[in-house]
């Protein structure tokens, strides 16, 4: 047999055991009704769960969903368990906490984003939607004890407050390494930044040390999470991360909001996110690099949103006053006077001022 065919046979073998199929009973497509196989085929040979396939929405019965969630195959399993979540037939908390330990790798349709790869349990929980907080609550309990490698574990910390009987769950997901590469080297820091904003909520001392050496061993990669860290949780520690990030990559950034994240590293962070934290150090240093950003920024022709981004700095300057920004307030007094007089405050309509109907809000992770 040729080398080449061995590889790939030892890689697909590789693939299918990696995968967790220790159901009680699996199914293949073959053990459904005729009717229903070319659809179930259709989705599998897509090698993607695509949000727009409605086949298995409008021919299965619940029986047979059932059955696709002990399908042989991720993506059948992934299809089953969304439809699942959609029907009112099925109760989503046992859907969800049943099925937390499928860590199958699958594709999934992102849209304007492309396609993410994603565990099917991790797909569960981006789709399952739950009846009341508490609930929820178990979910999360459920998930950190017992399941906390998973992607949706780290990303729900950037939600929930701090309670001590997860911190040392916390700080194990924030130092321990999230994957490596053949080479050793950490991967997946955009899961770990979720983590480290995590162990900042409990306010240790003991631990800004490491989560500053963890972000700035990843200054170019760092997002919105890392600095939303540094503005919320404040450390004149935190400078060293700031100050790498402004010499290697600020002036790289394409300026996009993070909520338009295209996926790419070096638009993982809006620069506000950046000049927000840099502000909150209120220090001298923390001056010094501000009246420098003010003074290149206007010189920097391709930075995209460069006015916008001067005055949202001049903002953040001014609705912090402090010593050490005396100086920066008397130089950006001019600019500030010229926003103050272009902002409008106009009277909200009366009709906008309705209570919110809580009995229908939708719990998500």
């Not at 065919?5 to 055991?17: P, Q, R, T």
């Not at 179930?40 to 929405?57: A, E, F, H, N, P």
């Not at 999360?140 to 929930?160: C, D, F, G, P, W």
Request: with cysteine; proline share 4%.
């Amino acid at each position: 047999m040729p080398k080449s065919s061995i590889l790939v046979f030892v890689l697909f073998a590789f693939f299918f055991c990696s995968c967790k199929t220790d159901r009680k009973s699996s199914y293949a497509i073959r053990d459904f009704r005729a009717s229903l196989q070319p659809s179930l085929t259709k989705v599998v040979s897509s090698g993607i769960l695509w949000y727009s396939d409605s086949s298995v929405r409008t021919m299965t019965t619940d029986e047979e969903l059932v059955q696709l969630g002990r399908s042989e195959l991720p993506l059948l399993r992934a299809s089953a368990f969304r439809e699942m979540l959609n029907r009112k037939s099925f109760k989503h908390f046992d859907v969800v906490t049943q099925h937390l330990d499928d860590t199958a790798l699958i594709f999934v349709d992102r849209g304007e984003f492309g396609i993410w790869d994603r565990t099917v349990s991790d797909d569960i929980l981006q789709q399952a939607t739950w009846a009341t907080q508490e609930e929820k609550d178990k979910t999360i309990e459920e998930v950190l004890t017992k399941h906390n490698y998973l992607r949706s574990a780290y990303q729900i910390l950037e939600e929930i407050g701090p309670q001590e009987k997860y911190y040392a769950i916390i700080k194990s997901m924030a130092t321990r390494p999230r994957r490596l590469s053949e080479d050793g080297n950490e991967l997946g820091f955009g899961d770990i930044e979720y983590a480290l904003y995590g162990l900042a909520k409990f306010k240790k001392p003991g631990d800004i040390e490491m989560i500053k050496d963890k972000m700035r061993a990843k200054a170019w990669q760092l997002s919105f999470v890392s600095f939303k860290l540094m503005a919320e949780f404040p450390d004149t520690a935190y400078f060293d991360v700031l100050r790498s990030y402004h010499h290697g990559q600020f002036y790289r950034t394409t300026g996009h909001s993070r909520n338009g994240f295209s996926g790419y590293t070096y638009d993982r962070a809006d620069p506000v996110d950046f000049i927000q934290a840099l502000v909150m150090q209120q220090s001298s240093r923390s001056a010094l690099l501000l009246d420098t950003m003010l003074n290149l920024l206007p010189q920097k022709p391709c930075f995209p949103d460069k006015d916008y981004t001067i005055d949202e700095m001049i903002r953040n300057i001014w609705a912090h006053p402090c010593p050490a920004y005396a100086g920066l307030r008397k130089k950006i007094e001019p600019r500030m006077r010229e926003i103050q007089k272009r902002e409008f405050t106009f009277p909200m309509d009366s009709s906008y001022n309705k209570s919110l109907d809580t009995i229908k809000q939708i719990i998500r992770w």
